[in-house]
């Protein structure tokens, strides 16, 4: 079983899951991970190349997927578009690319930990989510966790995930801030932006956002 890893921050917290998960069941042995961007990992998911992953909601359509996501209540602090004259996408994105569109916000792009880096700058930005937010009171949702087989696992994982309070180990903590060169306590705090539950109002946005892009 291959499973499409994003290492993003907002994914820290299902990671450290991840790894408690395969340790306890019978996945440990089978569970093998193919690393790579949003738009990389959508593509390997629609190619068969790995099993399940989060995937773009533009391009989870069609799929099959469990209640489990990456999803904005309000703003997100990384998916910004730097305000510009020119509209530039990110190459590493495929929903935010489509969302400033549809929000017809005008500049970049800017997703992942280099986008959270630049919010910590405290640089000129317009974050998306809160824009969405805004305009139609109704979370945003970038990612669904997809998969090609194995439902019941997926559903087990999406069970085990949302009923727990995952606490981040300090050595992985650091390792990420070393990773993203972002501090420790700004993870944490990014993280509280993050929902990964798709629950009544996070499926309201995501259908408007399907019937708007």
Aim: proline fraction near 3%; charge should be positive.
């Amino acid at each position: 079983m291959i499973f499409g890893k994003i290492e993003y921050l907002n994914l820290l917290p299902f990671h450290v899951f991840m790894k408690r998960f395969t340790r306890s069941s019978q996945e440990s042995m089978s569970m093998h991970y193919n690393r790579g961007v949003p738009a990389n990992i959508n593509n390997k998911f629609l190619s068969r190349k790995v099993d399940a992953a989060f995937i773009s909601s533009v391009r989870a359509k069609n799929h099959n997927y469990v209640d489990l996501g990456i999803i904005a209540k309000k703003e997100v602090l990384s998916v910004l578009v730097i305000p510009n004259n020119e509209d530039l996408k990110d190459k590493e994105s495929a929903t935010s690319n489509v969302l400033a569109q549809v929000l017809d916000v005008q500049g970049e792009v800017l997703i992942g930990d280099k986008a959270l880096r630049y919010y910590l700058e405290k640089k000129p930005y317009i974050d998306l989510a809160k824009i969405w937010n805004e305009k139609y009171n109704l979370p945003f949702v970038f990612a669904l966790l997809c998969y090609h087989k194995d439902k019941k696992l997926y559903k087990r994982i999406q069970k085990e995930f949302l009923k727990r309070r995952i606490r981040i180990p300090q050595y992985i903590l650091k390792e990420a801030s070393k990773r993203t060169k972002v501090d420790a306590k700004d993870i944490l705090n990014y993280l509280e932006y993050i929902s990964y539950n798709l629950d009544t109002k996070a499926k309201k946005g995501l259908k408007l956002f399907n019937s708007l892009s």
